[in-house]
């Protein structure tokens, strides 16, 4: 089936509802316009913050993908990501396209976003280190300029960071006693600090009192967080009902100006339903979410049962549901209840998702490219049968999969070398494995809006001998 939707992006104040998103390249503009909004409706109430306890050994244990070396392919001049032009940038660096050794350190964990132009490492001490771009203090550095060496992270010095998130402009960083701190925009109250002040520059402790976090995500101008107790909280931008709290958050200022009620701090998801073929809504009660996965205004979970639920933004079928409809509440996928199978991971890119079966099947819903059909419902990804897949990095139109000491990418064009190609091939419409790459162990893979970052583990002694000969980016 074919779609009428475009692709992700941030809308502008409205006359009245256009259910679409805006195009790729003014996607991670400086200046991006949005609508105007007001404080919550709900009166924000601080708490004196729960005491920090380490979460148990065998749960951190959980986080640690590494040691392992960093690659780096793609776009490297941050301040150019998603622009159309040059224009105010100060530095420009040619495109990766094949993968570079990037720094000497060992790092554990790492983490980008599909509309980000900023990355977060964990190295071995489990200290945060980020670069990239800056314009909103997304780096958590107390400033505003560009960093192209990953820098500590001062502030989280005297904390051990086991995972982060990053959004299009804002960051979120878990420690090991389940606390979370965020730093960047925060215009729609996606920081969670309890206010809406336009930008946090430091890591701030975000506004929240319940169960020890284990799991932190980002949208583009919203997060969510995942409780140890299986529940999830959401924060920031309701525009598309990607909260899950059963509305838009939508209000009019004036007769002619719309505008959000912004969740400013964690709200629990409360509500879980499925719709029959009568299309009744039926409730689906206690769900424990065990995992989940945010692209730009949507996202994916999956729960103790290994059922798989979605809901936001709906376009070009990325939620499952074989409908373009949003969705304001999580609502269960049937396709895979209908087929029988269990969901075990989720991924989410800017306008599609990616969801491994437990008979390793990888299925793909929406759309990562701008032309041709979109998949409304998860269909297999037929190229990659047979693979055991390892780790999956989704960015805006590209996917890059490590799987049995291989690395497979494929997205369509405009790319920018993330795909680690070369410099002959940018791009491709259908998976191809990256011969360069070939027999090396990649524990863990990310990409951003237009670059790819790998985790390999030089233990290994083909996989050293391979790092050994790379290029290096030296910046």
């Known amino acids: 089936m074919s779609s009428k939707r475009k692709p992700d ?15 790729y390249d003014s996607d991670l503009s400086d200046d991006y316009p949005r609508a105007v909004g007001e404080t919550s409706a709900r009166e924000v109430v601080v708490e004196e913050l729960r005491p920090m306890e380490k979460l148990p050994e065998e749960l951190l244990a959980v986080y640690d993908k590494g040691p392992g070396k960093l690659l780096i392919a793609g776009m490297v001049s941050w301040e150019m990501t998603g622009k159309r032009d040059s224009k105010g940038v100060t530095k420009i660096r040619p495109n990766l396209f094949t993968f570079h050794r990037f720094t000497s350190e060992t790092y554990r964990s790492m983490a980008s976003f599909c509309s980000a132009a900023h990355s977060v490492l964990i190295d071995e001490n489990w ?17 505003t300029a560009t960093y ?47 206010n809406k002040l336009p930008t946090i520059t430091s890591p701030t402790r975000i506004s929240y009192n319940g169960p020890p976090i284990i799991k932190v995500g980002c949208g583009a101008e919203f997060s969510v967080i995942l409780d140890i107790k299986g529940n999830l909280h959401t924060f920031g931008l309701p525009e598309y009902g990607q909260l899950g709290h059963n509305t838009d958050g939508r209000y009019f200022v004036t007769s002619t100006k719309m505008s959000f009620h912004f969740e400013m701090q964690p709200r629990k998801v409360l509500v879980y339903m499925e719709k029959n073929k009568e299309g009744h809504v039926l409730p689906i009660e206690n769900v424990n979410i065990i995992d989940f996965a945010c692209g730009n205004n949507h996202t994916v979970a999956i729960d103790s049962k290994n059922r798989a639920y979605s809901w936001g933004f709906g376009g070009i079928g990325r939620l499952g549901h074989a409908e373009q409809k949003d969705e304001m509440v999580p609502r269960l996928i049937k396709f895979f209840d209908t087929q029988n199978r269990k969901v075990m991971r989720v991924f989410c890119g800017s306008s599609y998702s990616l969801a491994i079966s437990d008979i390793g099947s990888l299925y793909l819903f929406g759309q990562n490219k701008k032309t041709g059909e979109a998949n409304m419902y998860p269909k297999p990804v037929q190229d990659l049968a047979g693979w055991n897949i390892t780790s999956i990095g989704t ?36 998976p191809k494995e990256v011969t360069r790459m070939e027999g090396m162990k990649i524990p863990l893979v990310a990409l951003g809006y237009s670059h790819s970052m790998l985790l390999v583990n030089t233990e290994h002694e083909k996989t050293k001998e391979k790092y050994d000969n790379l290029p290096e980016f030296v910046v």
């Open 148 to 194: 192209e060496k990953p820098t500590q992270v001062a502030d989280l010095a005297d904390f051990n960071v086991i995972q982060a998130a990053c959004g299009r402009n804002h960051t979120l960083f878990l420690t090991d006693t389940g606390t979370v701190y965020a730093c960047g925009d925060n215009k729609s109250g996606q920081c969670g600090v309890g």
């Open 395 to 430: 960015g805006y139109t590209s996917i890059v999969i490590s799987a049995d000491d291989s690395l497979i990418a494929w997205g369509a064009s405009p790319t920018y070398g993330e795909l680690g190609l070369g410099d002959l091939q940018k791009s491709s419409s259908t």
């Open 9 to 23: 992006g941030t809308k502008k104040a409205v006359k009245k509802r256009k259910n679409s998103e805006s195009n």
């Open 127 to 143: 200290k945060a280190f980020t670069f990239g771009r800056n314009q909103l203090s997304q780096l958590g550095l107390g400033d």
